[in-house]
């Protein structure tokens, strides 16, 4: 616990234990597991030392969902992404404008109770999550929920990939002071997960894969558009290896930045007679 408890004066929860009251197992470190799954992405993708020591320095937690929930959601709240059940005291202005709208104030309560209940379904459907400190945004904990369905090392393979590619504006290609990025970083994220599990699968063969469903995968739909366009990318004449693509992910940089950058790389390197197509996927994310 002493380990434990050091780490949580570091996140951006006060106290994601004790504040939100959880009588339950509290976390363990689960540091042999993490150094085998670094070890996978070190042979995979030859990445540098420097990005090796940013996962190796992450604490990896498992928790059992109880922990996870509470952890999970003490999060969102603080970053004001979970849904308000405050009960609403309205105010006769309130009211009218409520009718106006075609409803009451009870009718928007229930509806915000509801909403935080399906927000509370989804996180037990998480698989983990990595957690930025406060006072480092570079660096952070994994949680992993120990109830999960996915495997556990691919969970922790996505959320130490994090890690490696931390920075003060965000993760990857995801940039979090901006709220940009997302779906591309996840689709990257579990594309990079993917290609540890099965070295041998093409970006062309993961994207038929998911289209067909031989294939599945959590973040099938953003996998499918990034391997989709990096597959187009084989079809030139210097496509993108994964390790191409591992190496820009983790480099340092702007998320932004370098979203916009890997993107013109994209249509850079695709034969123009598919350019325009590549191109209309990538304006959904880039």
Do not use: W
Request: hydrophobic share 40%; proline share 6%.
């Amino acid at each position: 616990m002493d380990q434990l408890s050091s780490l949580q004066d570091e996140l951006v929860l006060d106290d994601p234990l004790h504040e939100v009251g959880v009588e339950s197992t509290p976390p363990v470190d689960i540091a042999i597991e993490k150094e085998e799954v670094i070890q996978r992405l070190a042979k995979r993708y030859e990445l540098p030392e420097a990005v090796l020591d940013k996962a190796r320095s992450t604490d990896v937690l498992l928790a059992d969902p109880e922990v996870f929930l509470q952890v999970v959601a003490s999060y969102c709240k603080k970053r004001d992404v979970a849904p308000k059940v405050d009960a609403i005291q309205p105010d006769e202005s309130f009211r009218a404008v409520a009718e106006a709208l075609g409803t009451t104030p009870e009718v928007i309560q229930s509806q915000r109770v509801a909403a935080a209940s399906s927000f509370e379904d989804a996180i037990k459907r998480f698989g983990g999550i990595y957690i930025p400190f406060e006072n480092d945004p570079s660096r952070g904990s994994v949680y992993i929920n120990n109830a999960s369905s996915v495997p556990r090392d691919q969970i922790m393979t996505h959320e130490l990939l994090y890690a490696m590619s931390a920075s003060v504006d965000g993760m990857g290609y995801h940039d979090d002071q901006a709220g940009t990025g997302r779906d591309f970083n996840e689709g990257v994220t579990q594309l990079l997960t993917i290609g540890v599990n099965d070295p041998l699968l093409s970006f062309q063969d993961t994207a038929m894969a998911l289209r067909d469903g031989s294939l599945e995968t959590v973040y099938k739909d953003q996998v499918l558009d990034v391997a989709t366009v990096l597959g187009a990318t084989a079809l030139g004449r210097n496509p993108i290896t994964s390790k191409h693509l591992a190496a820009d992910y983790v480099r340092p940089g702007n998320p932004t930045l370098k979203r916009i950058e890997f993107g013109m790389d994209i249509l850079s390197r695709t034969p123009p007679n598919i350019q325009s197509n590549v191109q209309n996927v990538l304006i959904r994310h880039v």
